[in-house]
Every structure is written in C-alpha cells, then in structure tokens.
C-alpha cells in the first residue's frame, strides 16, 4: 500500500490519468491525496472530478481557491472569470453530485506516518498555528460548507481582509482568514500579515515578507507540511516541507509524491503535460 499527494491539476485529466498509469494507482491498495484545485483553466475540470470521486474512500482532496471558485460562481455568488474553463462542470448532467461532492471535501488533511506528522493544505500555514489548530480551524470551514447556509457563506468568502489572524475574530472574518490562509497563502510577515498580490517565485517576497514557511519560529515547523498552489515556487523537497504544484496547466509537469515509511521519506514521479493556458 502507499500514499501518493498529487499537485495542482486544475482540469488536466489527461495528465492525470497518466500520472496515475505511470504510479500504477490501484484505489482497493493504495491511497491518494489530491491537494487543492483539482479544477479551472484546463479543459477537463468535470472529468477530474468523476475521476477522484470514483474512486471512493481511497481517495481524498483538499479545496483550493479554485475549487471554492466553482462552487462560488455555481451559486452565484461569483462572477465566472475570462479564464476559466468551467462550464463543463456547470452545464454537466451531473452537476448537482458534483458540486455536493466537491463541497464536501477537506481544507486541511492529517496523517500520522511512521511515528511523524504530515500535514497537508492547498497554500499555507499561518506561523501562529500549530497542527492542531490547522485541523480545528479548517474543520469550521467544512462544516459551514457541507451546511445548509454554505451559499450565503460563499457570498462572503471573498476579500483580503482581514490580513492578519487573531483568535477574537468571528463570523464571517474568521472564516475569511481561514480560508485566504489555507487556500491564497504565499508570503506573510514575521507576525503573520498576509500578502496576496505578488505570485513569483520565493525570491521575489515583498519588502518586509517572507514565504510562510520561512517565517522564524512558525509553529508547525516540527510538522511535515505538503502544499501546492504555488507554480513558481514548483518542487520543493526539504525537511518539514514539500512543495507540489509543478505548473501543470502551463505547460509544466504534474508530479505526485509517493510517501515511504516516514514523512520524510518521499519521491517525485511526474509526467510532462501540455499547455492549457499562457502564464500573465
């Protein structure tokens, strides 16, 4: 049995499908984790999710910014953008099981290997949270989104404020955190203000800012925290970090992690993808 972690897909299902021929994924042994945006800007946003939910509790995935996009746009609580590609899923026969699907999913993973932590989320980690407060704050998120009032909660979602957690914050703010943390994260500063606006690379971190994990002192730093969401940062493989998005829908690879006995014990298989969309 292993535990593969796949990067961002974002509706490359082709790429996917042989990923997971070259991994020779069997979901009644092995076990898959998909970390965030499984849809948007690739051409197959719908046939991504049939895929990942056929294979029942073998395997699990995490919301990204662009998962929570489609089921925002889905509720009209967003406007779709000039970019996206998901009308395959909005126009599907099946539409409804998969927007229920989807929003029944996880904003935070956590698995216990080999005696160590494996933290898993979309983006970040603010340096304030340890383990347990990344599992306890996402939890709040997920049940607002498999709840009756997820669509006013998705009307509300967006914005950069406020910048900064605190453990005073409620409703709506709250939840706003939460979510830009976990789903937008690169940068933030030592006190862990966010910063939402610059997409490069680690070297390219605002004045004042840091890449998250980076940030001296950051509490989960005993963790093993696996992310993608980050195409310019691409594969990163350090002690208590594993960076995944390799910039599949722009042409890059996608590349999954196969975890051995311990978190930290970890190897890249990828597969080259063709370009569905131009960087800018």
């Known amino acids: ?11 490359c299902d082709d790429a996917l499908g042989r990923l997971l021929d070259k991994i020779d994924f069997s979901p009644s042994r092995d076990r898959l984790v998909l970390l965030g945006d499984m849809v948007n800007r690739g051409p197959g946003s719908a046939t991504v999710l049939r895929r990942v939910q056929g294979y029942g509790a073998s395997a699990r995935s995490l919301l990204g910014n662009h998962d929570l996009h489609l089921l925002a746009v889905a509720m009209g609580a967003h406007k779709a953008g000039r970019r996206d590609t998901l009308a395959g899923v909005l126009d599907a026969p099946d539409r409804d099981a998969l927007l229920d699907w ?73 939840l706003r955190v939460i979510v830009n943390a976990l789903t937008r994260l690169r940068f933030c500063n030592a006190d862990g203000v966010m910063e939402f606006e610059v997409k490069d690379d680690a070297s390219a971190a605002p004045p004042g800012f840091m890449p998250w994990f980076d940030v001296p002192g950051r509490r989960t730093a005993k963790a093993t925290v696996a992310f993608g969401h980050w195409s310019t940062l691409g594969w990163l493989s350090r002690p208590g970090l594993l960076s995944t998005d390799t910039g599949c ?32």
């Open 249 to 280: 829908v722009w042409g890059g690879c996608l590349s999954a992690a196969r975890i051995g006995a311990t978190a930290a014990e970890r190897e890249q298989i990828k597969v080259e993808c063709a370009q569905s969309q131009k960087p800018g």
């Open 102 to 174: 989807l929003r029944h999913q996880h904003m935070a993973l956590h698995e216990n290997v080999g005696g160590s932590d494996l933290l898993m989320v979309h983006a970040g980690v603010l340096p304030q949270w340890n383990v347990g407060d990344v599992l306890a704050f996402a939890s709040e998120v997920e049940s607002v989104l498999q709840g009756s009032a997820f669509g006013e909660f998705l009307h509300s979602m967006y914005g950069n404020e406020p910048t900064q957690w605190r453990d005073s914050l409620t409703g709506d703010a709250r």
């Open 1 to 11: 049995m292993a535990l593969y972690l796949i990067g961002d897909v974002q509706g």
